[in-house]
């Protein structure tokens, strides 16, 4: 069983910069294909980015935002930059996700609960 637990989100100004982390127990963590997505009020959750081997973005956020992990940590970060107000939404860890598809959120096994991640203009 693995529970992803999100931290890290919160308020910052536009152009700012967050670190989320996703600390998961359970020894198959560090080999999961990890991801974030996001939902914001009135939308579909999308998709965000994805480690495995290799490491997937949404276009919309290619460049700006950069996802790793710590094995050792059983940890995975999304470092976000230059936060856009459009990037405000409840930001969520996701583990278990297929190689093939990282982008699709339906694969993916276990979810976390959320953080908030609010981008004043």
């Known amino acids: 069983q693995v529970q992803p637990v999100e931290s890290g989100g919160g308020l910052v100004q536009a152009g700012g910069s967050l670190r989320l982390s996703c600390a998961a127990s359970?020894?198959?963590?560090?080999?999961?294909?990890t991801g974030w997505f996001r939902q914001a009020p009135g939308k579909e959750r999308e998709f965000v980015a994805a480690i495995s081997w290799n490491k997937y973005y949404a276009d919309s956020v290619r460049g700006r935002f950069t996802i790793s992990r710590d094995n050792a940590k059983n940890t995975v970060w999304l470092q976000m930059n230059s936060l856009k107000p459009e990037d405000t939404a409840v930001y969520y860890c996701?583990?278990?996700?297929?190689?093939?598809?990282?982008?699709?959120?339906?694969?993916?096994?276990?979810w976390g609960q959320g953080t908030q991640v609010t981008v004043s203009s």
């Open positions: 359970g020894r198959t963590f560090s080999t999961s294909v």
């Open positions: 996701a583990a278990g996700g297929s190689i093939r598809l990282p982008s699709d959120g339906t694969t993916y096994g276990y």
